[in-house]
């Protein structure tokens, strides 16, 4: 089951601007910067109350940061949605006809195992589950 929003992500060029134009917004600066092989991204993490904003700089012209920012440009790339039990998530989302990006759920950014659910069944959203590692 669905339990909260965990984070929304945005997509950045230059993670340092970023930094510093969040830290300015916010009034605090990020508690965490990771970097996620997997996925080609820098990640830095700002708290916002009990919820986060995930800042992702892409590490390869081939990685999906990059592909999102050469075709939308900067801005809100998903949202992500915490779950106890991601593999049942999973299950439930199919059996009620929603697609996803890959097949397995893998290992993200902030100790968590995640899983992108498509746009295309979604109304063009990004949604992303994320579990925390036990």
């Known amino acids: 089951m669905i339990k909260k929003i965990e984070h929304v992500g945005i997509a950045v ?32 993490f700002f708290k916002l109350g009990s919820q986060k904003i995930e800042l992702l700089e892409a590490t390869s012209k081939n990685s999906p940061i990059s592909r999102f920012i050469n075709k939308r440009s900067e801005g809100m790339h998903h949202l992500a949605l915490h779950v106890d039990d991601i593999e049942a998530e999973i299950k439930r989302l199919e059996d009620e006809g929603f697609s996803f990006v890959s097949k397995k759920p ?27 590692i036990k």
């Open 13 to 44: 060029k230059d993670l340092n601007k970023s930094n510093v134009l969040f830290e300015k917004l916010l009034g605090e600066g990020s508690y965490k910067t990771e970097t996620v092989d997997a996925e080609g991204v820098i990640t830095s």
């Open 106 to 132: 893998t290992n993200g950014a902030d100790n968590k195992i995640m899983i992108f659910l498509h746009p295309k069944s979604t109304n063009g959203v990004l949604v992303e589950l994320c579990q925390d």
